[in-house]
């Protein structure tokens, strides 16, 4: 990595760890100059404004997360192995880069409406899946909207409990658990 990428990674994760911690509107770009390490004009360099910079870290996880969960469950036959792999991939993803994950969940409500039509979305990639399965007669036929958002909660409610402090330590610990309650969910048959 050169020297103008690692400079980039070190505002991208300043900002990061001041976004979770303060939320976006309450940073300023003074604040992640400090934490960075940087001369605060620096920060233009990289990003036209702090809104971009938030913005453009969004992005990038929710395009790379959708990727990845569909990665995870291509290769897979069957609505149960398909929500093992994206439960598991989840969690993966959020042991990995706690910090990340933590800005993507808490500021889904700023930006989902700014994401471009046709970037890859994983909500989109987990009810493509359940739409499918619904089709081929795998779960009841409902609202697949609702049921990827009962499903996702699952995993997603307590990753929010975690970043409240509900909790500790890896979601990954718990994945076996939040697939099974997921398929629990999506496998309800109303009366």
């Known amino acids: 990595m050169g020297k103008a990428e690692e400079t980039k990674a070190r505002v991208e994760r300043a900002a990061l760890t001041l976004f979770v911690a303060r939320g976006v509107a309450e940073t300023t770009t003074k604040e992640i100059a400090m934490a960075a390490s940087i001369a605060e004009g620096t920060i233009y360099r990289y990003f036209p404004s702090k809104e971009q910079l938030a913005l453009d870290l969004f992005l990038g996880h929710h395009r790379a997360l959708a990727e990845a969960l569909t990665a995870a469950h291509k290769p897979l036959k069957g609505l149960k192995a398909k929500i093992d792999a994206i439960v598991r991939c989840y969690c993966d993803w959020a042991d990995r880069d706690w910090t990340l994950f933590a800005y993507h969940l808490l500021n889904q409500h700023l930006f989902l409406i700014q994401v471009p039509d046709g970037t890859p979305n ?64 999506l496998s309800v048959k109303e009366k």
């Open 122 to 185: 994983p909500v989109n990639v987990v009810r493509e899946v359940i739409a499918a399965a619904m089709k081929a007669g795998e779960i009841p036929r409902r609202n697949a909207d609702l049921a990827a958002a009962a499903a996702i909660g699952v995993v997603m409610q307590p990753a929010a409990y975690k970043v409240y402090g509900r909790f500790s330590g890896p979601l990954s610990a718990h994945a076996r658990f939040f697939a099974e309650a997921a398929w629990a969910v």
